[in-house]
């Protein structure tokens, strides 16, 4: 029988996946010299080489790949234990983690909330990251579920959508566009556009749009995060493309405004996304009837609050 430990499965996933022992290292909390070695013991135990060497790159050899598909199998069965004993408890333990875009993060974190008043025995994690980031932890099983815009295709990925989620243009309220009713597209993208950075799914989702207009796409400026948009546009930088999810409390207290453009809002759906045939905890399982049933109360919720505060 082949003796190799979990830690090591776990090791040498991370050397596959960040292609160097030095941050793999990282990754698994270990230094450089223990990393190699733990690939050494397995590579004696099994009587071949796992990894090749080209300089200082390295990549697996088909021994390597065949190993490194025992490890995520093994990993993946291991997690469905996890979620079995956690099944036998019900909702009265056990732990559910979900990762959402960072555009989503407002109501995810209500969502959330409200899935804590429900079970409060269920420990919960949430992961605000980018676009990136998020597919990375549903391809690694990192992540029971995920809020975010259109899912990419051809990842094994099964996705459904539970709210709309239209994009708008947000400018400053003393913008001289404020006060324009029917914005031609045209005469909009003569502004600077402040825009997220490549690959996010906001982006996406306006390039494709001026593509269909034959109009060019030339942000003025890039940003990684909505609140370094909302800064921006904020200063007077330009104008900016928004979830308008994201700009509620901006709107409501008059430090930005949604311009009136032909055309706007874009409009996209929030998916809640899973890998493809996983086999969800029933505290995943209870999350996800939440978000299908209860996504536009969690979101409407504090709007109509808000509104009823306000002086007539």
């Given at each position: ?20 022992f ?73 732990t ?5 875009a ?40 990192t992540?029971?579920?995920?809020l ?67 109009l ?95 002086p007539?």
């Open positions: 029988m082949i003796k190799i430990t979990l830690r090591q499965l776990d090791i040498l996933q991370a050397v596959a996946r960040c292609g160097s030095s941050r793999a290292s990282k990754e698994v909390h270990l230094t450089q010299p223990a990393v190699s070695m733990q690939i050494k013991q397995m590579e004696g135990v099994l009587g071949t080489a796992l990894f090749e060497y080209d300089g200082k790159k390295i990549q697996l050899t088909e021994a390597g790949y065949e190993t490194l598909r025992s490890a995520e199998a093994v990993m993946r069965e291991l997690a469905n234990l996890e979620q079995s004993l956690a099944d036998l408890k019900g909702l009265k333990g056990g559910l983690t979900v990762s959402a960072s555009t989503a993060s407002v109501f995810a974190a209500r969502l959330m909330a409200m899935f804590r008043d429900l079970h409060p025995d269920v420990q919960l994690s949430l992961n605000v990251v980018n676009r990136e980031a998020l597919l990375r932890h549903l391809s690694e099983n992540s029971d579920l995920a975010m815009g259109t899912p990419p295709e051809g990842l094994a990925l099964s996705a459904r959508a539970f709210m709309e989620n239209p994009l708008v243009i947000v400018a400053a309220p003393n913008h001289p566009l404020s006060q324009v009713a029917d914005i031609p597209v045209a005469r909009l993208i003569k502004e600077p556009l402040v825009v997220r950075e490549q690959g996010s799914g906001t982006r996406s989702a306006l390039e494709n749009f001026l593509i269909q207009q034959r060019p796409f030339r942000p003025a400026m890039e940003m990684n995060k909505n609140e370094a948009i909302k800064q921006a546009v904020e200063a007077g930088l330009g104008v900016g493309l928004v979830s308008l999810h994201t700009v509620q409390a901006e709107l409501a207290s008059g430090l930005l405004c949604v311009l009136d453009v032909v055309n706007f809002p874009l409009k996209r759906q929030w998916y809640l996304v899973q890998r493809e045939g996983k086999r969800l905890s029933a505290a995943a399982q209870a999350f996800s009837e939440l978000v299908l049933e209860q996504a536009e109360r969690a979101w409407l919720a504090p709007l109509r609050k808000a509104n009823a505060t306000q007539t």
